[in-house]
């Protein structure tokens, strides 16, 4: 069982950074792939980030070159930094682990960012 908890969200302005931290408890996540994914008004969850066990890491083409994630596994967190905001970045953000090769995994309950000015 792992825990997830977000943090990090919030009000910023187009052009603006934002740094989200997921916090695991519960498991050792080392052999957990972990993502971001975020979910916009009236859309679908989709994929933002994810980092493998291995460190592979994949991003959707929408944040290319303006996001980056990044774990820790001895301290069990999990960060996306996010440069250059859009209006369209604006979702609930969530934390993911998931136990590769399965789709068994876990989530965090979200935190809202808003890019707005």
């Known amino acids: 069982q792992v825990q997830l908890v977000e943090s990090g969200g919030g009000l910023v302005q187009p052009g603006g950074s934002l740094r989200l931290s997921c916090a695991a408890s519960?498991?050792?996540?080392?052999?957990?792939?972990m993502g971001w994914y975020r979910q916009g008004p009236g859309k679908q969850r989709e994929l933002v980030a994810r980092?493998?066990?291995?460190?592979?890491?994949n991003y959707a083409d929408s944040v290319k070159g303006r996001f980056t994630i990044s774990r820790d596994n001895a301290r069990r967190t999990v960060d996306l930094h996010m440069n250059s905001l859009k209006p369209e970045d604006t979702a609930v953000y969530y934390c993911?682990?998931?136990?590769?090769?399965?789709?068994?995994?876990?989530w965090g309950q979200g935190t809202q960012v808003t890019v707005s000015s």
């Open positions: 993911n682990a998931n136990l590769e090769p399965t789709s068994f995994g876990f």
């Open positions: 519960g498991s050792d996540i080392s052999i957990y792939a």
């Open positions: 980092i493998s066990s291995g460190r592979y890491t």
